[in-house]
């Protein structure tokens, strides 16, 4: 006898798979997002210190944070952008657009504007819930004993 579930071919396991899938993605984006918050602040740091960096390795730098932003375009693309968010999706659009820009960026150069870029790519990746994963609200009756403690509370 079959049930609706065998039917539909829908049930624990695909919805399983389906939870398996998002945490691998996210995983995945927050691991970009990290690696081109890495590079900029490599950069950075280089910079401010006159380290001189291999130029595979500002190649490397520039190859993270074009990572990142390509794979959270593909999402801005497919949602309707509005807000900070629409804001955002307009500054890496078309050939004066952030990613348009960075592929055509001297490879030896780190652009003023990458700082803001990263931070777009930061805050785009949170907007879209991949760097909220495993979060919870805490709710002022649901404090953690760490959180307690650093703030004095505990007791």
């Known amino acids: 006898m079959s049930t609706d579930t065998e039917k539909t071919g829908s049930g624990p396991a695909e919805e399983y798979e389906a939870y398996s899938d998002y945490d691998l993605v ?5 691991a970009a997002v990290h690696s081109a918050v890495e590079a900029y602040s490599r950069a950075m740091q280089d910079q401010t210190s006159g380290v001189k960096v291999s130029t595979f390795e500002r190649v490397r730098r520039r190859a993270a944070i074009l990572e990142a932003a390509t794979i959270l375009r593909a999402e801005l693309d497919a949602i309707t952008t509005t807000g900070r ?5 307009r500054d890496w659009s078309g050939r004066d657009g952030y990613v348009e820009k960075l592929r055509r960026t001297d490879r030896l150069a780190r652009p003023d504007w990458w700082g803001e870029f990263v931070g777009q790519i930061r805050f785009v990746a949170r907007e879209l819930g991949y760097l909220k994963t ?12 760490a959180h307690k403690l650093v703030m004095g509370t505990l007791g």
Do not use: F, I, L, Y
């Open 26 to 30: 996210s995983r995945r984006v927050t």
């Open 85 to 89: 968010v629409g804001e955002v999706a």
């Open 134 to 145: 495993g979060e919870t609200k805490q709710t002022e009756d649901n404090e953690s004993d």
